[in-house]
């Protein structure tokens, strides 16, 4: 079995040959003229601002606040979807009384309910963070609620039969059991909120953020710092996937042959 | 001879769609202290069937069950059951982890967990992989694990369920041969499930014959052969033969 997947050189300049193909055809497109140089900014210039707006701390604190939101709201919403998951999962009655509710309110994309946060709450972090949670919570429920029933009955009878209660088989057995679908639904939770935060700044945040740049540098046309927030957006989301959650799938369900370890 | 279990004429009866089954019909058996019976039968014998309902699992429809006296209700730290799927060790805990569940569940402190954790470990030659995750060890090494957890907490009663069905016919034999020794070092009283009757001749001292649907008792017997026994035998090969009279009509 493989362990911890290793670092390969192959790989490294397969996926930098995909991102440097990604950045010709921006080139090409940028330099056709279709748009004009301030809509379609050649790399070189996108290059600077984000250089300019890493150097002088600004771009770094409007991830920090984007990231925050996220951390801050994934928080939130995990107090309430893993309980309520491992809930739906274990007892009937819960299971029917809240998996209607679930469903209907799991398809509504998070944005389509800023506005109305917006009302309730007006321009800001709380308007934020409620879109962020309603993004994260319903993976979460869902997964949690499909791991706990798939936990082996197997492991439930053995420790039954080695004298565990209710309370040792749901702690000891049910929780670790699940945890391959815990992580998968942090994972996927995190997935939407990235996504939903942006959206949510864009339309709900005050000073700080990600989104915020965007919408800021759309009044004064600077497609260059638009476009260096979209990379700070895509490489954020991305190494927070590769290392917070590699890391802890590693640690975990991995290392315990529960899923195959990830590919690098 | 005192008697480790007693069934008085149990019979189990499930409903299906269909209506009711009866896989199990007035079974008696007695099973001696610290002996090793073997349950055989053909599949649908019920022979799952008993021994779910020793374990606690099932609960007979009809007669009783004796262990120790007592009736049994639900399961207990009296038994302890191994299963024919590797799958039965917990993932997330190492093998020595996993042997020290039943005494986590009884409230054994951790250094005197481990201690022991490790004696069953090495009961079934297994101490060097004590730290290993259950992924990393073979079936045949899953098994023993699998069987030095249920001794660990020390039952008076280990009950088996084709343990060895899924392995391959070399490490079938060595974990036999191994079976024989733990049970002669730990003298517990065992019932286990088989439906291969070399199996059964090679192990038992006790043996229950079962025929199929329902669930019925066709024969029981002693077999005092000596110990090692020696599958290539005379009177291994015609111990095998009169077992045999009764699983073919």
Request: glycine share 8%; net charge positive.
């Amino acid at each position: 079995m493989t362990g911890t997947a290793r670092f390969s050189w192959k790989a490294f300049w397969r996926g930098t040959a995909g991102v440097v193909a990604l950045m010709v055809i921006w080139e090409t497109f940028a330099r056709s003229g279709i748009f004009s140089a301030a809509l379609a900014p050649p790399l070189a210039s996108i290059a600077i601002s984000l250089w300019r707006m890493l150097l002088d701390g600004t771009m770094p604190q409007h991830a920090l606040y984007t990231l925050g939101r996220v951390v801050l709201g994934i928080a939130l919403s995990c107090t309430i979807a893993i309980p309520l998951g491992m809930l739906m999962g274990r007892v009937r009655a819960v299971e029917r009384f809240f998996l209607p509710p679930v469903s209907v309110l799991m398809p509504i994309p998070s944005l389509a309910w800023v506005p109305l946060f917006i009302l309730w709450f007006g321009i800001g972090n709380t308007a934020t963070i409620l879109v962020v949670i309603y993004a994260a919570t319903f993976p979460m429920v869902y997964n949690v609620w499909t791991g706990v029933r798939s936990v082996n009955p197997l492991w439930l009878r053995a420790a039954a039969a080695m004298g565990a209660n209710r309370r040792a088989l749901f702690r000891k057995v049910v929780l670790p059991a699940a945890l391959p679908f815990v992580i998968t639904g942090l994972r996927l939770s995190f997935g939407r909120a990235w996504i939903a935060v942006v959206g949510g700044e864009l339309l709900a945040s005050p000073v700080w953020g990600l989104g915020k740049v965007i919408f800021d540098a759309k009044e004064f046309l600077n497609a260059d710092v638009m476009i260096a927030a979209l990379i700070v957006i895509g490489a954020v989301g991305l190494l927070c996937e590769r290392v917070v959650f590699q890391a802890l799938e590693h640690a975990t369900v991995a290392r315990w042959g529960m899923v195959a370890a990830a590919k690098r | 001879m005192v008697e480790a279990i007693k069934a008085h004429n149990i019979s189990y009866e499930y409903e299906t769609a269909a209506g009711a089954v009866l896989a199990v019909k007035d079974v008696s058996f007695s099973v001696d202290d610290a002996a090793f019976m073997c349950v055989l039968g053909p599949s649908g014998c019920g022979k799952t069937t008993i021994l779910n309902m020793l374990a606690g699992f099932l609960t007979p429809t009809k007669g009783e069950i004796l262990i120790g006296g007592k009736a049994v209700a639900g399961q207990g730290q009296d038994r302890g059951v191994v299963f024919q799927d590797f799958a039965q060790l917990f993932p997330w805990r190492t093998a020595r982890r996993n042997v020290e569940f039943g005494l986590e569940m009884r409230g054994v402190p951790p250094a005197e967990r481990r201690e022991t954790a490790l004696k069953f470990l090495r009961l079934v030659k297994l101490e060097k992989f004590a730290d290993a995750y259950p992924h990393q060890l073979s079936g045949g090494m899953q098994q023993r694990v699998a069987i030095s957890r249920s001794l660990a907490y020390n039952p008076a009663v280990l009950l088996m369920d084709e343990p060895f069905a899924a392995l391959d016919a070399m490490t079938r034999e060595e974990m036999q041969k191994l079976l024989t020794e733990v049970w002669q070092a730990t003298k517990k009283t065992v019932v286990y499930i088989t439906h291969n009757v070399a199996e059964a001749v090679y192990l038992a001292d006790q043996l229950l014959v079962l025929a199929a649907h329902p669930g019925t008792v066709k024969a029981q017997m002693r077999l005092d052969l000596p110990r090692p026994r020696d599958a290539l035998s005379t009177e291994f090969v015609e111990a095998q033969r009169e077992v045999l009279k009764h699983l073919v009509h």
